[in-house]
């Protein structure tokens, strides 16, 4: 089934930029898309319109049009990892990962105990359990990229986008972070994410869509997109794509 499908869409910021010109493409559900493109590419805009959070006419989420969707309704079918969030209270990392859980509570509801459960076994995951109780504002800018992560678990969503999620990350975290999303694509969730590491990309996604100037220059199978001549069109600097045996590496 298609869980997200954009036809013909352009977007046009009230200062007059053209930030979207014509996309039009399709992800598959249990797919994983990295988006690839340069600074003001159009990524970030293409992400908030994913998310609803400017309205497009021309997108749909599993057959029905994004701007149907009631906001509940939307976050249990699609959750939003930004790079970074402000913090304007100093709540646990438990309780801002319980967020995740909105979609499924009443106004006012309190969550309940398989909430707490659920939050504390996403914090788990990403290997902040033993930190539930600290507060937000003492985390590094890592470690609140993993929270942003855990709350995006807990959301239980069919769909996760990510916005450069390894941007802080150490060596070891982006690993971890790969290895989460990677187990998460075998639990059969849709995964759209953006990034400037082409390796890490090629890694994780099944599919790669390269946006330039706002205009879609390459869309489909990593194996049959992520060339050499295409990457160095991209980012307008000379790349490789290398296969050595199983491995692919793009320097
Ligand atoms: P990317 O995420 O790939 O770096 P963006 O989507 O942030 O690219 O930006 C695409 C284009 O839209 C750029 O030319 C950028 O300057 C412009 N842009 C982004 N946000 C705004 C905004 N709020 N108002 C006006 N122009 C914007």
């Known amino acids: 089934m298609t869980a997200i499908k954009i036809e013909d869409l352009s977007f046009t910021y009230p200062s007059g930029t053209r930030a979207l010109c014509a996309i039009s493409l399709e992800v598959e559900e249990h797919s994983t898309l990295a988006l690839l493109g340069s600074n003001g590419a159009g990524k970030s805009t293409l992400m908030d319109l994913l998310f609803g959070w400017k309205s497009s006419p021309t997108i749909t989420l ?17 959750a939003l990892v930004p790079q970074s969030e402000h913090y304007n209270f100093s709540f646990t990392l438990l309780d801002y990962t319980l967020f995740g859980r909105a979609p499924y509570l009443a106004e006012m509801a309190s969550p309940t105990d398989k909430d707490v459960h659920i939050a504390y076994e996403a914090l788990d995951m990403v290997g902040l359990s033993l930190f539930a109780q600290r507060s937000v504002t003492s985390l590094s800018g890592g470690e609140g990229q993993l929270l942003l992560i855990a709350r995006a678990i807990a959301q239980e969503s069919k769909v996760l986008l990510l916005d450069e999620p390894t941007s802080a990350l150490d060596p070891a975290n982006r690993r971890k972070v790969l290895d989460i999303l990677a187990s998460l694509h075998e639990q059969g969730k849709t995964i759209i994410f953006t990034t400037h590491d082409a390796q890490f990309a090629y890694e994780l996604a099944t599919h790669v869509a390269m946006l330039k100037g706002g205009k879609l220059i390459a ?9 050499s001549e295409v990457l160095t069109t991209l980012y307008d600097t000379e790349m490789t794509v290398c296969t050595i045996g199983e491995k692919t590496i793009i320097y």
Request: glycine share 16%; aromatic share 12%; hydrophobic share 25%.
């Open 219 to 227: 869309f489909g199978e990593k194996e049959k997109v992520v060339t």
């Open 62 to 78: 599993f057959g029905k049009p994004l701007k149907e969707y009631g906001r509940k309704e939307l976050g249990r079918n699609i």
